[in-house]
């Protein structure tokens, strides 16, 4: 039995067929519209255990918008809010209630990342544009992805400020501990029906990203819905964005419940990694996120043949992981635990998915069944299976 190990910073992988004429070098930061900054800031603080980082807003001469910077560890959360009416901010969030606006990706160069992608067929978003303050400059540029997401890229080899020009440091008194939260490991996006193919294009043409990993509607159905995803990675594997549609089942997807909720495609869940689920998900647990469902007993019971299979073995006991609700799931080269909240708004769109990697490089396909069964169960609540 061979030793199965932690996997830092994700799972640094040369992609073969990616292409390198954008190079990331990660998730700079996830942007979401909210219809109140202050009080979400507040939220991924006390229940997260995100870290006060940078503002922008009035206090900042920033008359139209106000902006949170949350930290922990690698991972950059930015909540934005409009301060008037006229702001175009309101209508992302008249249309898809709270929601992610950016994915940022941190580039070498992103003048270059801009000619490229859109060279290649990417719609822009913003221009190459140098913003400067007494702390250096960045560049930034943009494009538009599924939806109305964008994604910015972001040059800051020449910036040593806090985040971006015009911001200032968040000092607050408030300061709830981090709970292990370490960096993205994915993010993924819910598009329409027969659409994921389209997208799986764009990011193979515009981004030089590869498809790693597939799964059809015959892998992920349950008794009453199915979906389909491909999994898309960049060369060096940083950046992995897993594509869902939703497939024909006798009832409603939760792919599709999104798509209704969100009113288009947009992103459905954030993957954050730690390396310590257990001391991870009991702090969350304890400070108010909401869980799916703990799978059954029977999914329990099954764990062990289901890593023997690959040959690992569990470090971490079953007990707690069941008392927890996390789920694990094995593959050739080790196993995976992961665990997913329930929407942290009230539309049911966006969710936030907790990860540990012990080798494996997978995304949980073995816990697909048990965990659409849960989502179900909270379909049916919400009356909308
Ligand atoms: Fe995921």
Redesign the pocket.
């Known amino acids: 039995m061979k030793e199965i190990k932690n996997v830092e910073y994700g799972l640094e992988k040369i992609f073969e067929g990616a292409q390198d004429f954008l190079p990331l070098l990660g998730t700079d930061y996830v942007e979401l519209y909210v219809g109140n900054a202050k009080q979400a800031a507040h939220f991924y603080k006390t229940a997260f255990g995100f870290q006060s980082f940078a503002y922008k807003g009035l206090e900042t001469g920033c008359r139209e918008y106000a902006s949170y910077v949350l930290k922990q560890d690698k991972i950059r959360l930015v909540l934005t809010t409009p301060l008037n009416s006229k702001s175009p901010i309101n209508d992302h969030i008249v249309k898809h209630g709270d929601g992610v606006k950016v994915i940022a990706l941190w580039v070498e160069d992103a003048t270059k990342s801009w000619e490229e992608t859109t060279k290649r067929g990417a719609k822009s978003f913003m221009k190459p544009t140098v913003e400067k303050d007494e702390h250096g400059e960045v560049v930034r540029s943009g494009i538009h992805t599924y939806g109305d997401t964008v994604h910015i890229f972001v040059e800051r080899k020449n910036y040593n400020g806090v985040f971006l020009p015009g911001y200032k440091n968040w000092e607050s008194d408030y300061n709830p501990e981090p709970t292990g939260l370490k960096f993205i490991?994915?993010m993924?996006g819910n598009v329409g029906w027969n659409e994921m193919n389209t997208w799986v294009k764009f990011y193979e043409d515009v981004l030089g990203f590869v498809n790693f990993l597939s799964f059809d509607d015959k892998q992920i159905h349950t008794e009453y819905s199915a979906l389909m995803s491909k999994v898309m990675s960049n060369g060096n594997g940083r950046i992995k964005f897993?594509i869902n549609e939703p497939a024909e089942g006798k009832k409603k997807s939760q792919i599709e419940e999104y798509l209704d909720f969100y009113e288009g495609p947009g992103a459905q869940?954030i993957?954050v990694a730690t390396d310590d689920i257990i001391t991870t998900v009991s702090k969350l647990r304890a400070r108010g996120v909401e869980f799916l469902s703990t799978p059954p007993e029977e999914y329990y019971r099954a764990v062990p043949q289901r890593l023997q299979a690959h040959n690992h073995k569990l470090r971490e006991d079953i007990k707690t992981l069941k008392g927890l609700g996390i789920m694990i799931d094995a593959d050739e080269e080790g196993y995976l635990l992961?665990i997913?909240t329930k929407p942290v708004e009230d539309r049911p769109t966006l969710f936030f998915?907790i990860?540990q990697r012990m080798g494996a490089r997978g995304?949980?396909a073995g816990n697909f069944k048990a965990l659409f069964e849960s989502i179900e169960r909270e379909q049916e609540k919400r009356g909308t299976l």
Do not use: R, T
């Open positions: 490991d994915h993924v897993p869940h993957a992961q997913f998915e990860i995304f949980g």
